[in-house]
T-cell receptor
Framework: KNEVEQSPQNLTAQEGEFITINCSYSVGISALHWLQQHPGGGIVSLFMLSSGKKKHGRLIATINIQEKHSSLHITASHPRDSAVYICAVPYRSGGGADGLTFGKGTHLIIQP | DVKVTQSSRYLVKRTGEKVFLECVQDMDHENMFWYRQDPGLGLRLIYFSYDVKMKEKGDIPEGYSVSREKKERFSLILESASTNQTSMYLC????????????FGSGTRLTVV
């Protein structure tokens, strides 16, 4: 079973700062997910990536398959980015039929 | 707009009751999943299904069962609810190929009293 470590657990920053959240996993994977959860429970998929880098607006996700490590960056952070960010990988190596196993999440607060 | 719909947002049940949580998706996804989310423990996989009538156990299947009679519907059953099953339950679905299109429902907060 894959294990996921995410850091930091909590992060408070000022508006405009560059934010980095890190994720490491134990078993080789086909793809890694970054998710966002706002207060109230709704989870939104931000990225699914299997190599290199993806960008969506001010969010950038990178992955290094050899090092089993991924990072999520937020540029020019804004209070509306305040949320829990969760890294997730397949429950077992290989196969899209698997569920996901999740990091414990990073609780991000962006202060105005 | 594609959706994963969970039948209840909030549910209160008594200890020992049989509880059904329903999830329906309209994206023709092969895979469907049930997770629970608890403070400090994060999201954990209870059961998943990759086809009609197929199911596999996740991390924490004890005390739960599932049913998938139709492709679009995946039910989670608590045979005899207990207070330690008080939690947020999240359903999700995806395409079989590499989990593309992963989509979550909005969750059901279950309280067992």
């Amino acid at each position: 079973k894959n294990e996921v470590e995410q850091s930091p657990q909590n992060l408070t920053a000022q508006e405009g700062e560059f934010i980095t959240i890190n994720c490491s996993y134990s078993v080789g994977i086909s793809a890694l997910h970054w998710l966002q959860q706002h207060p109230g429970g709704g989870i939104v998929s931000l990225f699914m990536l299997s190599s290199g880098k993806k960008k969506h607006g001010r969010l950038i996700a990178t992955i290094n398959i050899q090092e089993k490590h991924s990072s999520l960056h937020i540029t020019a952070s804004h209070p509306r980015d305040s949320a829990v960010y969760i890294c997730a990988v397949p429950y077992r190596s290989g196969g899209g039929a698997d569920g996901l196993t999740f990091g414990k999440g990073t609780h991000l607060i962006i202060q105005p | 707009d594609v959706k994963v719909t969970q039948s209840s947002r909030y549910l209160v049940k008594r200890t020992g009751e049989k509880v059904f949580l329903e999830c329906v998706q309209d994206m023709d996804h092969e895979n469907m999943f049930w997770y629970r989310q608890d403070p400090g423990l994060g999201l954990r996989l209870i059961y998943f299904s990759y086809d009609v009538k197929m199911k596999e156990k996740g991390d924490i299947p004890e005390g739960y069962s599932v049913s998938r009679e139709k492709k679009e519907r995946f039910s989670l059953i608590l045979e005899s609810a207990s207070t330690n099953q008080t939690s947020m339950y999240l359903c999700a679905s995806s395409f079989r190929r590499q989990g593309l299109g992963y989509t979550f429902g909005s969750g059901t907060r279950l309280t067992v009293v």
